[in-house]
């Protein structure tokens, strides 16, 4: 419990001030097992951080942290709750079932709130939106221009994403489901797969750290391109506090300074 304590400390400390954390401490950031235990005014935060800018590991002042546009998110959830925050950092494919059983009060995680999903937890507002990408080796960039010529190809898809109901309405896809898009990069990078598709913004970030890979030409459309906050079903009251604090948000601008912090933060 304490190091969760110290944990969100770090979180809720801006950039540099990250310095007075404990290095191991601040390493339990991607440690996912805290017994489900809460205290009051502690409010759990479920995420899968392998997804810039919006949420990924960076180490800041030789510690990893959890960091991005969602988590930023987040801490001003718990502001406005007036609670700390502890980060969750788990596969993707874990989160709703994490949200139902209350061992998360809510995620972000640049989560598609498409309509299977409804039926298992509840949404806050959009907070974003973004297009779908296909992630190639660059060598290979010209071939994939249409949809057509995803026909047949290997994809590695993170599990439980929409990413995976599109590589499925594909024909002839064989898709290899992981569970953290960090190994879909290493897959395509040592040819265990050809392709890969994931929100642009995410591509764009890994693209700037990983040499070889490109952005193909086609453009996959999938029904819902928002992102929105998961919450368990039937808390109407934390939907509603949620949603009042995306308000302030958006009606401050802080969204699109968190989105361009979050991308700086990438590059660095
Ligand atoms: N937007 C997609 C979905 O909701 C992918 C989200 C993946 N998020 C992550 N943190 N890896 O299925």
């Known amino acids: 419990m304490k190091k969760w304590g110290v944990l969100t400390v770090c979180l809720i400390l801006a950039g540099s001030l990250l310095a007075g954390c404990g290095g191991k401490n601040a ?24 997804f810039p800018p919006y949420e990924f590991h960076k180490m800041l002042d030789g510690k990893d942290q959890i960091v991005g546009f969602d988590i930023e998110i987040a801490k001003q959830i718990a502001a406005d709750m007036g609670a700390k925050l502890e980060v969750k950092d788990m596969d993707f494919d874990a989160l709703l079932s994490e949200l139902s059983s209350g061992r998360v009060d809510f995620v972000i995680s640049g989560m598609t709130p498409d309509e299977n999903r409804k039926k298992e937890v509840d949404f806050s507002n959009n907070y974003y939106k973004a297009q779908q990408a296909v992630v190639v080796r660059e060598a290979d960039k010209d ?44 897959q ?15 591509a764009e970030a890994f693209l700037k750290n990983v040499k070889g890979l490109a952005i193909a030409d086609v453009v996959p459309e999938y029904k819902e391109d928002g992102y929105a906050i998961g919450i368990k ?9 949620i949603n009042k604090t995306l308000d302030r948000l958006k009606a401050e601008n802080k969204i699109d300074k968190f989105v361009s912090e979050a991308s700086e933060l990438v590059a660095k």
Do not use: C, H, W
Not at 32 to 49: F, I, M, P, R
Not at 189 to 202: F, Q, T, Y
């Open 27 to 50: 390493d339990q950031a991607s440690v996912s097992d805290n017994g489900g235990s809460k205290t009051e005014k502690t409010v759990v935060l479920g995420t899968s951080a392998d």
């Open 143 to 186: 071939k994939y221009k249409t949809m057509k010529s995803l026909e047949g190809v290997s994809f590695g898809i993170q599990t439980g994403s929409i990413q995976e109901d599109i590589a499925k309405s594909i024909p002839g896809a064989k898709i290899t489901g992981l569970g953290k898009i960090n190994d879909i990069i290493m």
């Open 188 to 202: 395509l990078n040592s040819n265990r797969v050809d392709a890969s598709i994931m929100e642009k913004p995410v």
């Open 233 to 241: 079903k039937g808390n109407t009251e934390l939907v509603e506090q």
